[in-house]
C-alpha cells in the first residue's frame, strides 16, 4: 500500500484525537471506528501534539488542540446531520475524506448520497482498516487528488448531480494549501455546486499563522511537511467572493462550544490574537 504523504499523515493525527475523545467520560461524540484509523503514525504525532501543548515545565500558551478537535468534529457532526434532513438536499460531499467515518459511525436518511474525496493512499489506506464494516449510508468514494484538473469529472461520474442542492464540508483543509490554491479550491466547488447547496469548513486567521506563541505549534506542522500557510481575518468575504454566503463562528462562541472550549474568545474587532472559524453558509 502507498505511503501517506505529509498532510495525508495529518488524517492520522484526526483519527487520534477522536480515538483520544471518544475514550474520556465526557466526550462529545462517540467514534468506535477512530481506533482502528490511527495506523502505526497517528500516536506518535498525538504525542507530539500533546507535548507542543502541554508542555510539563510551563503553562499552556498554545490552543488546546484535543478540545479544538473534540468541538469540529461534533460542530461538524450537528451540522451534517441537519443538513442530510433539510428538504432537497440528497448528496453530501466530504473534500477530503481523510479517516473519517461519519458514514459508519452516524444515521443517515436513506435518500442520501455520501460521497467521500480524496487521494487514492488514502481511500485505500481507510478501506484496508475498515474492511467487513459496512457503511449506513449509499456511501461513494472518488480517489483523486484535489488539486488535479477535471476531479469534477469524476465526482460526477460517481453519481453527483450538480444541479441539485448538496453540502460540502472542507475540514481540515484550507490552512495546509496555499492562498491562491484555496480560492481556486472555492471556485471549483462553486462550480458544481446548485443554487442552495451548503457549505461549511474551517479556517484560521492570519495571526495565527505569524504570532510569536504559535510558532511551537506551527513547528511542529512544518516538521512533518505540512505547515499552516493561509489564513484570512474575514472568512465571510473570503466565501462570498465565489457566491456563498456564510457565517463563522469561533470555537467557545455560542452553538460552538458545547462546554469543552478552555480559552477566552477574543472580540472580532481584536486584532494580533489567533482565531479559528467554523464557516457554514449556502449557495447563492
Known amino acids: 500500500m502507498p505511503a501517506l504523504e505529509p498532510v495525508e499523515r495529518t488524517a492520522l493525527l484526526t483519527a487520534a484525537l477522536r480515538a483520544a475523545e471518544t475514550r474520556r467520560d465526557d466526550r462529545l461524540y462517540a467514534d468506535p471506528y477512530a481506533a482502528g484509523l490511527v495506523g502505526e503514525v497517528g500516536p506518535e504525532l498525538l504525542a507530539e501534539i500533546r507535548a507542543a501543548t502541554f508542555p510539563p515545565d510551563r503553562p499552556r500558551t498554545l490552543p488546546s488542540t484535543p478540545d479544538y478537535n473534540a468541538i469540529r468534529t461534533r460542530f461538524f457532526d450537528d451540522l451534517l446531520q441537519a443538513a442530510a434532513h433539510e428538504p432537497g438536499v440528497s448528496q453530501i460531499v466530504l473534500a477530503p475524506a481523510g479517516m473519517d467515518s461519519r458514514a459508519y459511525r452516524l444515521p443517515w436518511p436513506g435518500h442520501i ?165 467554523f464557516v457554514d453558509g449556502r449557495r447563492r
Request: proline residues 10%.
Open 113 to 277: 448520497r455520501y460521497f467521500e474525496v480524496d487521494r487514492p493512499a488514502v481511500l485505500d489506506f481507510k478501506a484496508d482498516r475498515m474492511r467487513g464494516v459496512r457503511p449506513l449510508v449509499d456511501h461513494r468514494t472518488v480517489a483523486v487528488d484535489l488539486t488535479d484538473p477535471g476531479w469534477e469529472d469524476r465526482l460526477v461520474a460517481a453519481g453527483y448531480d450538480p444541479t441539485v442542492p448538496s453540502t460540502w464540508l472542507l475540514e481540515g483543509l484550507l490552512y495546509y494549501i496555499p492562498e491562491a490554491d484555496g480560492r481556486h479550491m472555492l471556485e471549483r466547488v462553486a462550480g458544481i455546486t446548485a443554487p442552495g447547496s451548503r457549505i461549511a469548513a474551517d479556517i484560521v486567521n492570519g495571526a495565527a499563522l505569524t504570532l510569536p506563541h504559535m510558532r511551537g505549534l506551527l513547528d511542529v506542522f512544518a516538521g512533518w511537511g505540512c505547515p499552516w500557510v493561509f489564513g484570512t481575518d474575514e472568512p465571510e468575504a473570503l466565501f462570498d467572493g465565489y457566491g456563498f454566503d456564510v457565517r463563522a463562528v469561533q470555537p467557545g462562541e455560542p452553538g460552538a462550544d458545547f462546554g469543552r472550549w478552555p480559552d477566552p474568545v477574543p472580540p472580532r474587532a481584536e486584532r494580533n490574537v489567533r482565531r479559528v472559524f
